[in-house]
């Protein structure tokens, strides 16, 4: 008796519109099966986004090297969240006890900013193109130039299993604005729909959590019960369903 079935997924959003053959597994897994697929579909999707700003004289100006967008308050679902803390786990020693020194290091010295606890409702000359008191948050955040700790070399090194939201991001603007971003105009390609902020919701319909996203940085600090939401078994095709839901109009039919 198989334990699998395959199918046709048909997806839609504004912006984009895709065909492509899934395999569903019959038996119950947790919503983070559907990761990898999220994470070729964000990278496809950022890759024809991008040819589209290059041919209309907008070419996209991220490349390798260049790591100011690493040091953001970066919010990833806690879907990844979990799937990043068994990377880390996974890693072999040394190598694993070095990123978690930055983990811990980087939250040390968040902690002792006290960004986490200042008021940010009123403007921040500092800041002029923070408008709102998240955008502050970020901005101020953004000042202390914490690097992500999976940074080396300006460049990332789990490259291939990147926050969706790190696949999305994608500039036009001049490389060195970014490096002052909340003083100067970043031109940011955007997309008709976040595949990270996506699964960020389904994670709240299908296993109940509360909390949207999470900082990248407490990525290895989920609460037991999250983590053990998160773990439960479910129905794959209706967790597939709530996903595309998330994402645009949709159909599923058997494949051919």
């Known amino acids: 008796m198989t334990q699998e079935t395959t199918i046709r997924v048909h997806l839609e959003t504004p912006g984009w519109a895709i065909a492509v053959g899934l395999t569903v597994p019959r038996e119950p897994a947790p919503l983070q099966l559907w990761l990898p697929f999220l994470q070729?579909?964000?990278?496809?999707?950022?890759?024809?986004?991008?040819?589209?700003?290059?041919?209309?004289?907008?070419?996209?100006?991220?490349?390798?090297?260049?790591?100011?967008?690493?040091?953001?308050?970066?919010?990833?679902?806690?879907?990844?969240?979990?799937?990043?803390?068994?990377?880390?786990?996974?890693?072999?020693?040394?190598?694993?006890?070095?990123?978690?020194?930055?983990?811990?290091?980087?939250?040390?010295r968040l902690s002792e900013s006290g960004v986490l606890t200042r008021d940010y409702a009123d403007p921040d000359l500092e800041f002029p193109l923070a408008e709102t008191p998240q955008q502050r948050l970020a901005a101020a955040w953004f000042s202390l130039q914490i690097a992500c700790p999976f940074l080396e070399d300006e460049s990332c090194s789990?490259?291939?299993?990147?926050?969706?939201?790190?696949?999305?991001?994608?500039?036009?603007?001049?490389?060195?604005?970014?490096?002052?971003?909340?003083?100067?105009?970043?031109?940011?390609?955007?997309?008709?729909?976040?595949?990270?902020?996506?699964?960020?919701?389904?994670?709240?319909?299908?296993?109940?959590?509360?909390?949207?996203?999470?900082p990248l940085l407490q990525s290895l600090d989920l609460p037991a019960d999250v983590d053990a939401a998160l773990a439960q078994p479910r129905d794959p095709r209706q967790m597939l369903e709530t996903l595309l839901g998330e994402i645009g109009e949709w159909r599923i039919e058997p494949a051919a």
Do not use: N, W
């Not at 604005?177 to 955007?190: G, T």
């Open 158 to 214: 789990i490259y291939e299993d990147r926050p969706l939201v790190c696949r999305e991001h994608q500039v036009t603007s001049p490389a060195a604005a970014c490096s002052r971003l909340f003083r100067e105009p970043v031109d940011r390609i955007e997309l008709p729909q976040r595949l990270g902020a996506a699964l960020a919701r389904a994670a709240t319909q299908v296993a109940g959590v509360s909390t949207a996203t999470i």
């Open 40 to 108: 070729a579909l964000a990278s496809e999707v950022s890759r024809q986004a991008g040819e589209s700003a290059a041919a209309a004289g907008r070419p996209v100006s991220c490349a390798k090297g260049c790591g100011a967008c690493c040091r953001q308050l970066v919010a990833i679902s806690l879907v990844e969240a979990r799937a990043l803390a068994q990377l880390v786990a996974a890693m072999p020693q040394p190598r694993q006890d070095l990123i978690r020194h930055r983990f811990e290091a980087a939250l040390a």
